[in-house]
């Protein structure tokens, strides 16, 4: 029996490099190039070296402070209020659909990738009402289509949309759904998971009921809470309608306003890495420095990976500096198994894809990382392609 956690090494252990230094984080982890959890700067992690107690009047400040800063980035100060969930994303987005949709309401979910299904199997197993319109992994919903079935199914109630859907990477028009949810009087949920805090979602000028998101994706704080901004009035009618007693936004709220605390154990360090992270954000220039700086990532790495041969899954119009779908190359010389364990050697931890429509694998953008990093990512794919003696990223036959 061994019994130190220093066992174990450093995460995703790379200590049997053969090859150069590798790329590595502040704190000489692999850099992860995936859509959350994602490198967070040594500052975030090191705001976790304390103990609260739950009860304790810095937590509960540091806890009010971080309510508060999501609200102002979404733009819903004295309209809007972050009520917290313990957990990952879906837990948030979980806790948003059974809060929001009442048992006899109806939903409609808008799918064009995996977390379009997890939506709507969430209102199934919910028991809610729920019906979807499907599209292709890279096509945005068609608005004209969405405006009919607004138009007539009358016992819609409620309308789901993720802002940007990871599975892919592509930007779905969020702005101009809420336009048409709300010309119709029903009432929009937002899954901004992968997009709040890098790309603009301003509830002065997108209207919606409520909105989920992480401490983990853009705001780049660790895994642990989900959040979901709601809109004062809507919450306010939403007493009674959770189906479960941990996700009931409503009592979570009421929780807050009563007493200032959760109603069960909140993952305190998270919270305080976040308030962290949050601090961190502004200095950069809040959601417009975020994003430049994930544009730009996004912009080295397509070009970099396209002049390779690689091609996007996605044109550019459609693509969120967020992550990047690429096409599996065609040549047989290429193993993703082995690009895959190049890569991560090298220091670089890449993301399978996971799409229906195309084989494919993913590079995200998001995190503590910089321009010089993708640059660094792409002399690894360079490398390992070099090593695989693949030529071209991209159709082989045609570009031999
Ligand atoms: C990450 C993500 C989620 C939540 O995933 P968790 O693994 O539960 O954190 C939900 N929706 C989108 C679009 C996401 O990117």
Redesign the pocket.
Known sequence: MTGSLDDYGPPDDHRNMTTAKPAASETGDPLLLT???LTTSITVKQAMVHDWGSRDQGFIAINKMVLEKIVELAGGEGTHVTVPVQ???????EAMITSFVPKMGKLLVLIN???GH??KKIAEIAGRGVISYETPEDTPPDLAKLDRLLADDKAITHVFA??????SGVLNPIAETAALVAKHGRRLLV?????FGALELDARKVPYDAM?S?S??CLEGV?GL?FVVCRKTALAECKGNATTLVLDLFEQAEGFAKTGQYRFTPPIHVIVALGKAIEEHAAEGGVAGRGKRYRENAKVLIDGMRAMGFRTLLPDALQAP??VTFHMPTDPKFVFQRFYDGLKDRGYVIYPGKLTVADSFRIGCIGRLYPKDMKGALAAVRDVLDEMRVSNGGQALAAE
């Open positions: 859509p959350g959890p957990g990952s994303g879906t837990f948030a987005v990738g995996a977390y997890r939506a993720v802002h940007c859907e990871t599975t899954d901004s998971m992968s997009a989920a992480s983990n994706k895994p989900g967020i992550i």
